[in-house]
């Protein structure tokens, strides 16, 4: 029972170097979200998703850019790190908007 | 200004006390969630309320909306407890979820 499972676990990147986390799930839900989750507050949503081929913003989007282009998967992007985004990342999917149900187990991301 | 606020943000406890969790916000819901993440960072989902009480083994969840309260209850609390709980709420209105800081738990054996 694989749920939701993210790559990589970890990674170190220096300030301005690029990369992508992959979200996979297998239990054929519609809506995806990728989440930033930092000391002392809540986690808070980056983009969403509510079905193949759509994205959207979220509470925090600046700096992040996604796609969808598989049902299945949801790639969250930086193009140009910065120590701000320096966070754990969690992405999520669900049967509902705007209520995640399943949750990966984390990308623990420092940038130098 | 947080809509949903926990208490208390730390909290420790022999094995075997029952345990309270609370939750309260400040924006009208359609429901409200409780999440258990570990301490190796994995968030699950626990329950999802809109109204009155769900039980699941040792956990116990209850909501009042008139008050925009809910607290989560542990029986029997055992070291394997340990973990941050975490309360969520979908707004009723507009596209928003909101969590709060989550409440960090340690059950002393």
């Known amino acids: 029972n694989a749920g939701v499972t993210q790559t990589p676990k970890f990674r170190v990147l220096k300030t301005g170097q690029s990369m992508t986390l992959l979200c996979a799930q297998d239990m054929n839900h519609e809506y995806m979200y990728w989440y930033r989750q930092d000391p002392g507050m809540g986690l808070r949503l980056i983009h969403y998703s509510v079905g193949e081929g759509t994205t959207a913003k979220g509470e925090v989007p600046d700096g992040y850019n996604v796609s969808r282009l598989k049902k299945q998967n949801f790639l969250l992007g930086l193009e140009s790190a910065a120590p701000s985004q320096t966070s754990v990342y969690f992405c999520a999917s669900g049967t509902r908007e705007y209520q995640p149900q399943h949750f990966g187990d984390g990308t623990r991301l420092s940038i130098l | 200004k947080n809509e949903v606020e926990q ?24 429901a409200l969630h409780w999440l258990q ?39 029997a609390s055992h070291p394997r407890d340990s973990a941050v709980y975490i309360c969520a709420v979908r707004r009723n209105t507009g596209n928003q979820f909101y969590f709060g800081t989550g409440t960090s738990l340690t059950v002393i054996p």
């Open chain 2, 37 to 75: 993440q570990h301490p190796g960072g994995g968030i699950v989902s626990l329950f999802m309320l809109s109204s009155g009480k769900k039980k699941h083994g040792r956990l116990i969840a209850t909501i009042n909306i008139q008050e925009k309260h809910s607290s989560l209850h542990i029986t």
């Open chain 2, 7 to 30: 208490s208390p943000q730390n909290l420790t406890a022999q094995e075997g006390e029952f345990i309270t969790i609370n939750c309260s916000y400040s924006v009208g819901i359609s």
